[in-house]
């Protein structure tokens, strides 16, 4: 039989103040790191070792949904088009979704899955086998040495993933558009110059670096606050998961009403 603590700590009310406490803990988290780096405390070999295992070994599983992403936009999107008799505008619509929201988010998703869940594990684990109260012993802080490194590593891939994402994107609906429907890549091609703007180009990256420091900051946070042995290692990952998803797409509805809001159309212009 389950003892009363039990009990309460299985009700749903104790499992949302638990995830509250965790989600203020990273926020607080968010203010040390940025206090860190102005004070210049990044450890450069973690720094590398973690843009190594953020960047290069996540970059085909990222390019490889890119690429199938576009081309089922363009499938999707293509046969309404010719309908209407605006084909020609098939490219600039692609690049427009992949610039402002697909290759931004969907990425991020994606390092969410694989990256934010490795950060909350191992940290986690380092929880438990008190590896983090032997960094305390030698005078080192868990934030420059475990924190920081995971948060530049995010923010300077996750831009770049971003815009290798959306170029594939964009080339893997170019074939499909020529091969299925017909369209030409000179007018793919020219109605994505027409459409896009320098601020669509500019604004992938910057929801990539936001993104990236959220999955960072929460991965090491949920790490941090680990207790429960190997169960609590596998609820930790878990939850840390689920709150970089839910971070990503509440953080992303405000970053795009701030950057796109107002009445223009680049589709008008770019037809």
């Not at 926020?27 to 860190?36: D, E, K, P, W």
């Not at 450890?43 to 990222?62: D, F, K, W």
């Not at 505008?89 to 690049?95: C, P």
């Not at 380092?126 to 040495?145: G, S």
């Amino acid at each position: 039989m389950l003892n009363t603590t039990q009990l309460s700590e299985s009700t749903p009310s104790f499992a949302l103040g638990l995830w509250g406490q965790r989600l203020l803990s990273a926020v607080l988290l968010g203010g040390q790191v940025m206090v860190h780096l102005l004070a210049g405390k990044i450890n450069r070999r973690n720094t590398v070792e973690q843009m190594s295992a953020v960047g290069p070994e996540s970059l085909i599983i990222a390019l490889i949904t890119a690429a199938f992403v576009g081309m089922v936009f363009t499938i999707q999107v293509s046969r309404e088009f010719i309908n209407l008799g605006a084909g020609t505008a098939v490219g600039g619509v692609l690049a427009l979704s992949l610039a402002r929201e697909l290759a931004p988010v969907l990425t991020a998703v994606i390092l969410a899955g694989r990256v934010g869940s490795a950060f909350a594990a191992e940290i986690g684990t380092m929880r438990v086998t008190e590896q983090i109260d032997a960094l305390y012993m030698l005078k080192t802080d868990p934030i420059d040495y475990l924190v920081i490194p995971r948060v530049i590593a995010c923010c300077l891939m996750l831009p770049i993933l971003t815009l290798l994402s959306l170029i594939t994107g964009m080339v893997g609906g170019m074939f499909i558009a020529n091969g299925l429907y017909g369209i030409s890549h000179s007018v793919f091609l020219n109605s994505a110059r027409n459409f896009l703007s320098l601020w669509d180009l500019c604004s992938a990256p910057i929801k990539g670096f936001v993104f990236g420091a959220l999955i960072a900051i929460i991965g090491s946070s949920w790490g941090l606050t680990t207790t429960g042995g190997a169960k609590g290692v596998g609820q930790s990952t878990t939850a840390a998961v689920v709150t970089s998803l839910l971070a990503i797409f509440i953080v992303n509805f405000f970053l795009s009403y701030l950057m796109f809001q107002g009445t223009g159309s680049a589709v008008t212009q770019g037809l």
